[in-house]
């Protein structure tokens, strides 16, 4: 039974959904803030498990504890697939806000027609300082709109509209983003292997 689990990111957005969706296990959550770890991860992997697993890992072995990572990317049809694994350098700055991100994402995009047919895709890697490793995969689909909406979440959420919804993901409380989001799907998806160890 796991008794301490390091959700292994300093995204705050990150680190409240997850440990949201997290609160029904029955282990102490820790984050690298409350072990004073500070670790860089160089994101190299070619997919997103890749680079899920890679994260994982780093700060199992630093903390001897099993760690949970994992690994987000934007997919817009009309550019390809892009930003895909370079959602956060989509801007070529690692110092870019979201704010710029998203702009430079809009900016990118305004020759195309519309609708921006996109999806979010998500894997969550446990890492176990045996040396094993467990994984899931999800991803929402939905669409990019030119103007921001929304206060809540982070990242590209604001210019995400749900279609069915006819809400963007920042205009989800995190109770509803926690449903049907990409990261809720993951990371619901790996919970039975929680139940199981």
């Known amino acids: 039974m796991i008794e301490r689990l390091l959700i292994a990111t300093t ?4 680190l409240e959904e997850i440990s949201a969706l997290l609160n029904t296990l029955h282990c102490e959550l820790v984050t690298p803030d409350d072990l004073h770890l500070e670790i860089e991860v160089e994101e190299n992997g070619k997919t997103y498990l890749e ?8 700060y199992c072995q ?6 949970l990572a994992d690994d987000t990317g934007l ?10 694994l370079y959602s956060a350098r989509f801007t070529g700055s690692h110092n870019a806000s ?16 519309r609708p921006w047919e996109a999806r979010f895709v998500c894997a969550v890697a446990l890492a176990l300082p045996s040396g094993k490793f467990y994984s899931y995969e999800d991803a929402c689909t939905g ?4 103007e921001e ?11 995400f509209l749900f279609s069915q919804l006819g809400r963007t993901m920042a205009e989800l409380s995190l109770n ?9 799907k993951a990371v619901l998806g790996i919970l039975p292997v929680f139940r199981n160890l």
């Open 176 to 184: 509803e983003k926690n449903r049907i989001s990409h990261r809720a």
């Open 75 to 84: 997919e817009v049809a009309a550019l390809g697939g892009q930003p895909g």
């Open 11 to 14: 995204n705050k957005g990150k």
């Open 51 to 58: 680079n899920a697993r890679l994260k994982a890992a780093t």
């Open 62 to 67: 630093a903390s001897q504890l099993p760690a």
């Open 149 to 159: 909406r929304g206060s809540q979440g982070f990242g590209y959420d604001p210019i």
């Open 98 to 113: 979201d704010h710029e991100r998203r702009q430079f994402l809009l900016s990118k995009l305004k020759n195309y027609p």
């Open 143 to 146: 669409e990019i709109i030119p």
